[in-house]
């Protein structure tokens, strides 16, 4: 087993990976906190894989499990579902001391911390990650959120975990599309901040692929390493943990135009770091070579393949409305060498249009 401390003060977690290790899930919360009371989120997907495991062992721990589940998908990420789980923990009588878990995706894990963030004032919540972008973005960090019918994740908190339990072996159930999603992220967690992480992906490309289990274990690890020490330097954002949003106001645009259907969110920032790289290409911030290394690495783990034929002018229009513009201007963050990236916050129009006609020649 690998476990990764998390510092933030009195707010610090263990991250515990390990293959199998939803079955010990009761003992690690029990080690953790003398509440007998589990609230466990999840949804019509994941539940019927991986509950009964994760009960069983809550139960063995000697914990009152209750189960909410939540439809599927993003668009049920939203207040309405929030407080149907709230009503499930007021039924339930669950205590302050309790515990709310999440065993699911990004949207359960979210809209379940939003829940553990207000539900008395904020109560325990414990991550149990199973897609691959969950495991290594959204259960580390404290970010929790629900959509607004007029934005992505608009009523939120930072709401840190008591623990997060991932198994690697849940990911053998996950669909081609939704693993290739975690990977654009753990391509970017190499290249903002990491060259030997990078590279360890260049030469492990087809066991990262087949997700051959040691590999696997290896780049959670890792990936959760490098987001947890940028979100002890920076927890609630004022400045380096803005790197993290590399290619994201890119691929935000494209994913609002395609109305989040086309693309999934790891490919659509792998689109807009390649924009994001030519963009610093231009700027001499990075060589020719290390743009074709980034592009290199997206090709052989399959995860780009071209950049879409949008008119220019539309993907600017729609970077425009991105929640990272802040007074108007253009923040992007650009790469400047492989394991290292720069926030820019004087990007000109002109060069952006010049970056996405570039990326799709
Ligand atoms: P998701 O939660 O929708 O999961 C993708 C699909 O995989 C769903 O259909 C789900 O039911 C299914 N699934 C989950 N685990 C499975 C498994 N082991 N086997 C088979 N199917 C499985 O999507 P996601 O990519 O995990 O998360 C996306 C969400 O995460 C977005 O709402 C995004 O805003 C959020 N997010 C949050 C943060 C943060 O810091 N809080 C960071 C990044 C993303
Ligand atoms: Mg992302």
């Known amino acids: ?74 668009v049920y990420k939203n207040m309405e579902e929030a407080l149907k789980v709230l009503d499930k923990a007021v039924d339930f009588n669950l205590e302050r001391t309790g515990i709310i878990a999440a065993l699911g995706g990004g949207v359960v894990g979210d809209l379940a911390g939003l829940v553990a963030a207000v539900y008395q004032r904020g109560i325990n919540f414990v991550q149990i990650p199973t897609t691959l972008l969950s495991q290594v973005d959204s259960s580390v960090g404290g970010k929790v959120a629900v959509n607004h019918p007029r934005g992505k994740n608009l009523i939120g908190a930072f709401h840190q975990p008591l623990a997060v339990i991932i198994d690697p072996l849940t990911l053998h159930t996950l669909s081609e599309r939704e693993y290739k999603s975690g990977l654009g992220e753990v391509v970017k967690y190499g290249l903002i901040y990491d060259e030997s992480f990078f590279a360890f992906l260049e030469n492990n490309a087809s066991a990262v692929k087949e997700r051959r289990g040691e590999i696997i274990a290896e780049l959670i690890y890792r990936s959760c390493r490098i987001k947890s020490m940028i979100v002890e330097k920076d927890e609630k954002e004022q400045g380096i943990r803005a790197l993290l949003n590399l290619g994201h106001t890119f691929g935000h645009a494209l994913e609002k135009i395609t109305d989040y259907k086309a693309y999934s969110h790891g490919e659509a920032v792998a689109m807009g770091t390649v924009a994001a790289s030519l963009l610093a290409r231009e700027r001499g911030y990075i060589t020719e070579e290390v743009f074709k290394r980034i592009l290199n690495l997206y090709r052989i783990l399959d995860i780009y393949k071209e950049f879409p034929p949008f008119d220019p002018e539309v993907v600017y229009a729609a970077m425009l409305n991105d929640k990272k513009v802040m007074y108007g201007k253009m923040r992007l963050i650009l790469p400047a060498g492989i394991g290292q990236a720069v926030i820019a916050d004087d990007v000109e129009k002109e060069e952006i249009i010049r970056a996405i006609r570039r990326a799709q020649n």
Do not use: W
């Open 1 to 74: 087993m690998q476990n990764l401390r998390v510092e933030l003060g009195e707010r610090s977690y263990t991250i515990s990976i390990e293959a199998g290790i939803l079955g010990r899930t009761g003992e690690i919360i029990s080690d953790l906190t003398p509440a007998r009371q589990v609230l466990l989120v999840s949804n019509p997907t994941v539940f019927p894989l991986y509950g009964d495991k994760v009960i069983s062992s809550l139960h063995k721990a000697g914990f009152e499990v209750e189960v909410a589940l939540m439809p599927d998908g993003e």
